[in-house]
């Protein structure tokens, strides 16, 4: 109850953080200054037509050798199989429906396209404010 009260008023879209796509393409060796900038552990990866394909970790890029920075492209590292979540649903059902998943990350869908991704710490952090600040 604590949680639904907290997240009230909020969709799971309302969620989704400023995320700049990376390229299925990029060089790993490219994608670790992305990760840094953008101060995440995970953003969304994209095919050529800009649709979101999966997430790239920073737990995968260090799964990659220092020699294979430039061989390795970020699609082959990538995690595709990924849980989708209703962007229109409600932040409270988007986060139990994700922790019923063993995934820590979800594709958020709208009317039928991929908009972004949320993870469990997204869904942490609006916690953390909404205790601080209060409902808003």
């Known amino acids: 109850v604590v949680i639904t ?8 879209a309302d969620l989704i953080g400023d995320q700049k796509p990376i390229p299925a393409t990029l060089p790993v ?7 840094f900038a953008a101060r995440r552990t995970n953003l969304p990866v994209v095919d050529d037509d800009g649709e979101i394909i999966g997430v790239l970790t920073a737990a995968a890029l260090q799964e ?9 492209t970020v699609g082959e590292v990538a995690t595709t199989d990924l849980p989708h979540l209703d962007g229109a649903a409600t932040a409270a059902e988007g ?8 995934g820590e990350v979800a594709i958020v869908e709208w009317e039928g396209r991929r908009v972004g991704l949320i ?9 953390d404010i909404r205790r601080e600040t209060g409902p808003f």
Do not use: I
């Not at 060796?29 to 990760?35: I, K, S, V, W, Y």
């Not at 990659?64 to 390795?72: I, L, N, S």
């Not at 993870?119 to 916690?127: E, G, V």
């Open 5 to 12: 009260e907290l997240l009230s008023g909020q969709t799971v």
């Open 29 to 35: 060796g490219d994608a670790f200054e992305r990760l």
């Open 64 to 72: 990659v050798p220092a020699e294979g920075y430039r061989t390795t």
């Open 95 to 102: 986060l139990y429906d994700l922790l019923g998943t063993s």
């Open 119 to 127: 993870s469990r710490s997204d869904f942490t952090a609006a916690l």
